[in-house]
């Protein structure tokens, strides 16, 4: 493709913006690269955080992620942007400095649900972990020795938490509303599987059941209240309620654009309020609702690390002028260390109404669950089984018939098929 | 039809310098049935994908061996000696390449709890011990056989002293590898004499390893045999003697022929690509993605055989249940939709996802320390040797197909430095 | 333009590695290559140092090398400049 000597602005500095802006260098774009960052810090990785930072075995400092950018680029951190002009095409910045382009792409992503109370929020001991600094501080509060920790959610950021607590040999209670860990993304009957494996490691689960309200003593967390009235003491909190996607920069842009994500089209255009796309601009990683070809077109946000890295390629290439063959639909992937498990999954598991055991056994800690939807394949869930992920990411997509027929290696005899267990 | 025999071609002696011309025309059916004389015939998955999706596929079983009231194949090499040795590995003991999970898995992660990166990382220093040893003995000659004088004594000293196989022990070691090695030649075959010297060697190296096991229980020392003998994986699992001993020669023979194999090739290519071997002398940091690069374009594994034990819908065609697989794997590696330009050696090509220590749940326990004997072998042959030539190229080479390499690689040299 | 890994590693850059672990699958391999860098735990559970120094540079490249699905990314300031 040509060159284009237009101006560039990336929003964003995390995995998505910087995979997107190696992206215009590589196809060719060598005009003015800008970088804007709310982080005062260059691109860092975010899964180690939860996993070596946390244990000690890695400075928060050192998940700069590798770039191939060269020096040729404006890096703007420390500032996030504010607002969007689309008619003179300019992102003001918090610092007053506005800034013009040609080509956009947005990647702002998301930051940490806080806990609805602020006053309790901000107690000494309560942590949310979603960032560099997030990372640093709950680690020391780690190396502390907290008496027990508390870990308020058991979505995957919650269960990876709870299970490193155990590593370090901390005491840890993992508070969850729903009937077990994960089951919001995977479902009960898998989320039990894996629930029971942390529970093997001395994590004291307490499935449905809520915290009403953080207790603290000269404005240190003590203790946690639940809803049904038991009282857990704890001095660490970590409030893993999932994620808040960063689009309020956008209001008034015209974007369409809510706490749920912007909407791009197929291609990964950004669209207005009417529905029609923006030519300038691209947006990438867990920001993009997009239509996944794969399910149907519908619309779907995916905070995946593999998605930030195929999405932001994907939207770097376009806004420099590449013509995308077909709507950008990657195979959903991601991967989840929980203490020593490994938890990975491809496709996505949403309206499955079934699920089966494909290979191993959940009561040995190893299996591939897949999950089917009126008798079809789209997801799989591996379970320190990563290399049977391959070929049971083959059956999600191409849609192959669910259950699965014939005899596996290490399957059981006649494949069991279960209530997936969606709320 | 010519296609009918390619898979005859790929066994045929005479494309054994050069059977890449024969896997391309395979390539052009990425999954393709070929008769082999049975009446099923065998099926040949001959593109990197379809390799790579099949050596993952939990539809295939590692578990190949015919039952014993399945006919012979006709075929002699088959017949005759790789029965025999899988009967000998599968019925009577158990090893983990030929064996499918659970069972595989436990079996090999009592390996590779022992298989430690500490004790690798010690034969690494060791080879690049041995191997100017073995230069040093060459040191007045102006011709070697990079077989015979490094690439031979090399992998048999290492697993040797891996395992704890004691010094004065290691010239048996040799001996049977070397016997194991003309076992499978082909002239040998018909030869009742090297048959039952064969049969005894399995025997000697059987006996020797039973009576080393027990003294590895009596006097446990720091070496791989002991801690397999002695102590159970974090899980709980730990060998019985049989599995043990089936085990110990599985290494020797899996590890010990195909490293030869990749030192050999390694050195032929680098002297058919004189400015490469210049590079390397200059910069000894470019071996290992030079290594990479040789276990994709020479990869002393050739090909690997499966059974499926379902259907398999694979590139429009469906491979049906209980048929034999081969996996081609070298065929793989020179896939020019994977490989732009396949059939030049590169070592400076991106990102080689070479399938020469195979994939899946049976990729090659001893991937490392190849690939360190390896690093050795090369950077010190590139150094010292003084104005290598190759005397015959081609070199000769041994009869097998799956486990391809020179006989011989003699070389013709200005001196040792 | 130097971060503060950067500067606390010396006057020599330090290297930056990531993993894409969607692609891992425990072969291990860089773990026998880099043994002080890459580590797996339990059984499939990488574990690995994101900002190797620059002196280990020719064990971080075996690792990247011999990696079986190619999922190790490694930025060696002090190669490329």
């Given at each position: 493709?040509?060159p284009?000597?237009?101006?560039?602005?990336?929003?964003?500095?995390?995995?998505?913006?910087?995979r997107?802006?190696?992206?215009?260098?590589?196809?060719?774009?060598?005009?003015p690269?800008?970088?804007?960052?709310?982080?005062p810090?260059?691109?860092?990785?975010?899964?180690?955080?939860?996993?070596?930072?946390?244990?000690?075995?890695?400075?928060a400092?050192?998940?700069?992620?590798p770039?191939?950018l060269g020096?040729?680029?404006?890096?703007?951190?420390?500032?996030?942007?504010?607002?969007?002009?689309?008619v003179?095409?300019t992102?003001?910045l918090?610092d007053?400095?506005?800034?013009?382009?040609?080509?956009?792409?947005?990647?702002?992503?998301?930051?940490?649900?806080?806990?609805?109370?602020?006053h309790?929020?901000?107690l000494?001991?309560?942590?949310?972990?979603?960032?560099?600094?997030d990372?640093?501080?709950?680690?020391?509060?780690?190396?502390?020795?907290?008496k027990?920790?508390?870990?308020i959610?058991?979505?995957?950021i919650?269960?990876?938490?709870?299970?490193?607590?155990?590593?370090?040999?901390?005491?840890?209670?993992?508070?969850?509303p729903?009937?077990?860990?994960?089951a919001?993304?995977?479902?009960?009957?898998?989320?039990a599987?894996?629930?029971?494996?942390?529970?093997?490691?001395?994590?004291?689960?307490r499935?449905?059941?809520?915290?009403?309200w953080?207790?603290?003593?000269d404005?240190?967390?003590?203790?946690?209240?639940?809803?049904?009235?038991?009282?857990?003491?704890?001095?660490?909190?970590?409030?893993?309620?999932?994620?808040?996607?960063?689009?309020?920069?956008?209001?008034?842009?015209?974007?369409?654009s809510?706490?749920g994500?912007?909407?791009?089209?197929?291609?990964?255009?950004?669209?207005d309020?009417?529905?029609?796309?923006d030519?300038?601009?691209?947006?990438?990683?867990?920001?993009?609702r997009?239509?996944?070809?794969?399910?149907?077109?519908?619309?779907v946000?995916?905070?995946?690390?593999?998605?930030a890295?195929?999405?932001?390629?994907h939207?770097?290439r376009?806004?420099v002028?590449?013509t995308?063959?077909?709507?950008?639909?990657?195979?959903p992937?991601?991967w989840?260390t929980?203490g020593?498990?490994?938890?990975?999954?491809?496709?996505?598991?949403?309206?499955?109404?079934?699920?089966?055991?494909?290979?191993?056994?959940p009561a040995?800690?190893?299996?591939?669950?897949?999950?089917?939807?009126?008798g079809?394949?789209?997801?799989?869930?591996?379970?320190d089984s990563?290399?049977?992920?391959?070929?049971?990411?083959?059956?999600?997509?191409?849609?192959a018939?669910?259950?699965?027929?014939?005899?596996?290696?290490?399957?059981?005899?006649?494949?069991?098929?279960?209530?997936?267990?969606?709320? | 039809?010519s296609?009918?025999?390619?898979?005859?071609?790929?066994k045929d002696?005479?494309?054994?310098?050069?059977?890449?011309p024969?896997?391309?025309?395979?390539r052009?059916?990425?999954?393709?049935?070929?008769?082999d004389g049975?009446?099923?015939?065998?099926?040949v998955?001959?593109?990197?994908?379809?390799?790579?999706?099949l050596?993952?596929?939990?539809?295939?079983?590692?578990e190949?061996?015919?039952?014993?009231?399945?006919?012979r194949?006709?075929?002699?090499?088959t017949?005759?000696?790789?029965?025999?040795?899988?009967?000998?590995?599968?019925?009577?003991?158990r090893?983990?390449?030929?064996?499918?999970p659970?069972?595989?898995?436990?079996?090999?992660?009592a390996?590779?709890?022992?298989?430690?990166?500490?004790?690798?990382?010690?034969?690494?220093?060791?080879?690049?011990?041995?191997?100017?040893?073995?230069?040093?003995?060459?040191?007045g000659?102006?011709?070697?056989?990079?077989?015979?004088?490094l690439?031979y004594?090399?992998?048999?000293?290492v697993?040797?002293?891996?395992?704890?196989?004691?010094?004065?022990?290691?010239?048996?070691?040799?001996?049977?590898?070397?016997?194991?090695?003309?076992?499978?030649?082909p002239d040998?075959?018909?030869d009742p004499e090297?048959?039952?010297a064969?049969s005894r060697?399995?025997?000697?190296?059987?006996?020797?390893?039973a009576?080393?096991?027990?003294?590895k229980?009596?006097h446990?020392?720091?070496?791989?045999?002991?801690?397999?003998?002695?102590?159970?994986?974090?899980?709980?699992?730990?060998?019985?003697?049989y599995?043990?001993?089936?085990?110990?020669?599985?290494?020797?023979?899996?590890?010990?022929?195909?490293?030869?194999n990749?030192?050999?090739?390694?050195?032929?290519?680098?002297?058919?690509h004189?400015?490469?071997?210049?590079?390397?002398?200059?910069?000894?940091?470019r071996?290992?993605?030079?290594?990479?690069?040789?276990?994709?374009?020479?990869?002393?594994?050739?090909?690997r055989?499966?059974?499926?034990?379902?259907a398999?819908?694979?590139?429009?065609?469906?491979?049906?249940?209980?048929?034999?697989?081969?996996?081609?794997l070298?065929?793989?590696?020179?896939?020019?939709t994977?490989?732009?330009?396949?059939?030049?050696?590169?070592?400076d090509?991106?990102?080689i996802r070479?399938?020469?220590f195979?994939?899946?749940?049976?990729?090659?326990?001893?991937?490392?320390?190849?690939?360190f004997?390896?690093?050795?072998?090369?950077?010190?042959?590139?150094?010292r040797l003084?104005a290598?030539?190759?005397?015959?190229?081609?070199?000769?080479?041994?009869s097998?197909?799956?486990?391809?390499?020179?006989?011989?690689?003699?070389?013709?040299?200005?001196?040792?430095? | 333009?130097?971060?503060p890994?950067d500067?606390?590693?010396g006057?020599?850059?330090?290297l930056?590695?990531?993993?894409?672990?969607?692609?891992?699958?425990?072969?291990?391999?860089c773990?026998?290559?880099?043994?002080?860098?890459?580590?797996?735990e339990?059984?499939?559970a990488?574990?690995?140092?994101p900002?190797?120094?620059?002196?280990?540079?020719?064990?971080?490249?075996?690792?990247?090398?011999?990696c079986?699905?190619?999922?190790?990314?490694?930025e060696?300031?002090?190669?490329?400049?």
């Amino acid at each position: 493709m040509a060159p284009v000597f237009e101006r560039a602005v990336v929003v964003g500095a995390g995995l998505a913006a910087l995979r997107g802006a190696e992206a215009m260098r590589e196809a060719g774009f060598a005009g003015p690269l800008t970088i804007v960052g709310a982080e005062p810090c260059r691109p860092y990785d975010r899964p180690p955080l939860s996993k070596h930072v946390l244990a000690g075995t890695v400075p928060a400092e050192a998940t700069t992620l590798p770039s191939a950018l060269g020096p040729d680029v404006d890096w703007r951190l420390g500032s996030p942007a504010v607002s969007l002009d689309r008619v003179g095409r300019t992102v003001r910045l918090a610092d007053g400095r506005t800034l013009p382009y040609d080509r956009l792409l947005i990647a702002t992503g998301t930051r940490a649900r806080p806990w609805p109370n602020p006053h309790e929020g901000r107690l000494a001991g309560v942590f949310t972990l979603r960032g560099r600094d997030d990372a640093a501080a709950l680690r020391r509060a780690l190396a502390a020795r907290p008496k027990r920790v508390l870990v308020i959610g058991g979505g995957f950021i919650g269960c990876e938490v709870a299970s490193l607590c155990r590593q370090l040999g901390l005491p840890v209670t993992l508070v969850e509303p729903g009937p077990t860990p994960l089951a919001r993304v995977l479902g009960r009957t898998v989320g039990a599987f894996i629930g029971a494996i942390h529970a093997g490691h001395g994590v004291e689960m307490r499935c449905g059941a809520e915290v009403e309200w953080l207790e603290d003593a000269d404005g240190r967390l003590v203790r946690a209240h639940l809803v049904d009235g038991t009282r857990i003491d704890a001095d660490v909190a970590v409030v893993a309620l999932g994620a808040v996607r960063n689009t309020e920069w956008l209001d008034g842009s015209g974007l369409s654009s809510d706490p749920g994500g912007i909407d791009c089209d197929g291609a990964g255009y950004v669209l207005d309020a009417d529905g029609r796309p923006d030519r300038h601009i691209a947006a990438a990683g867990d920001v993009a609702r997009f239509p996944h070809p794969l399910y149907d077109d519908r619309r779907v946000v995916l905070e995946h690390w593999s998605q930030a890295v195929a999405q932001g390629i994907h939207a770097g290439r376009l806004l420099v002028g590449a013509t995308p063959e077909r709507p950008y639909g990657e195979l959903p992937t991601f991967w989840s260390t929980q203490g020593k498990l490994v938890v990975k999954s491809a496709g996505l598991t949403e309206g499955a109404d079934a699920v089966a055991i494909t290979q191993g056994d959940p009561a040995a800690g190893r299996f591939v669950a897949l999950y089917g939807r009126e008798g079809r394949c789209i997801a799989a869930v591996a379970v320190d089984s990563a290399r049977w992920l391959p070929a049971h990411a083959d059956l999600v997509a191409a849609r192959a018939p669910f259950p699965p027929g014939g005899t596996a290696t290490d399957r059981p005899k006649g494949v069991a098929v279960f209530e997936p267990g969606f709320a | 039809m010519s296609d009918a025999t390619l898979l005859g071609q790929v066994k045929d002696f005479a494309n054994r310098a050069n059977p890449y011309p024969v896997y391309a025309r395979l390539r052009q059916n990425p999954v393709s049935c070929q008769d082999d004389g049975t009446p099923e015939g065998t099926w040949v998955a001959a593109t990197h994908g379809t390799i790579a999706s099949l050596l993952q596929d939990p539809r295939v079983s590692s578990e190949t061996l015919p039952p014993a009231d399945r006919p012979r194949t006709g075929n002699p090499l088959t017949d005759l000696i790789v029965k025999p040795l899988k009967d000998w590995m599968m019925d009577r003991h158990r090893v983990f390449i030929f064996r499918d999970p659970p069972d595989h898995d436990a079996l090999r992660s009592a390996v590779m709890h022992q298989f430690s990166r500490e004790r690798v990382q010690a034969m690494r220093a060791r080879s690049d011990r041995l191997v100017a040893d073995l230069l040093d003995e060459k040191c007045g000659a102006r011709e070697i056989d990079a077989v015979d004088d490094l690439a031979y004594p090399l992998p048999v000293t290492v697993i040797c002293e891996l395992f704890g196989v004691p010094r004065e022990d290691e010239p048996k070691f040799h001996g049977w590898a070397t016997q194991l090695a003309t076992a499978l030649e082909p002239d040998s075959l018909s030869d009742p004499e090297i048959r039952a010297a064969n049969s005894r060697t399995f025997d000697a190296i059987g006996g020797y390893m039973a009576d080393l096991i027990k003294d590895k229980r009596r006097h446990p020392q720091d070496d791989m045999l002991s801690g397999l003998a002695n102590h159970a994986t974090p899980a709980g699992v730990k060998m019985g003697d049989y599995d043990l001993i089936a085990t110990a020669i599985l290494m020797l023979v899996a590890g010990h022929e195909t490293t030869v194999n990749l030192i050999t090739n390694g050195l032929l290519t680098l002297l058919r690509h004189p400015a490469e071997l210049e590079r390397l002398r200059r910069d000894p940091l470019r071996a290992p993605r030079l290594i990479e690069e040789l276990l994709r374009y020479e990869p002393p594994v050739q090909f690997r055989t499966r059974r499926t034990l379902s259907a398999i819908d694979i590139a429009g065609v469906t491979i049906p249940e209980g048929a034999d697989l081969v996996l081609l794997l070298a065929s793989g590696n020179r896939d020019e939709t994977v490989f732009p330009d396949p059939d030049r050696f590169d070592p400076d090509r991106s990102g080689i996802r070479h399938l020469g220590f195979g994939g899946g749940l049976h990729y090659c326990v001893g991937a490392p320390l190849a690939r360190f004997e390896a690093e050795a072998a090369l950077t010190a042959l590139a150094a010292r040797l003084k104005a290598p030539r190759l005397i015959e190229d081609p070199p000769p080479y041994r009869s097998g197909a799956a486990l391809r390499g020179p006989k011989h690689l003699r070389i013709a040299i200005d001196g040792i430095a | 333009m130097s971060t503060p890994a950067d500067a606390s590693s010396g006057s020599r850059p330090g290297l930056r590695v990531s993993v894409d672990l969607n692609l891992c699958q425990a072969y291990a391999q860089c773990c026998y290559a880099a043994p002080r860098h890459f580590r797996i735990e339990g059984h499939e559970a990488l574990f690995y140092d994101p900002a190797p120094a620059a002196e280990h540079r020719a064990d971080i490249e075996r690792a990247r090398v011999a990696c079986p699905v190619q999922a190790i990314r490694v930025e060696d300031p002090g190669q490329d400049a």
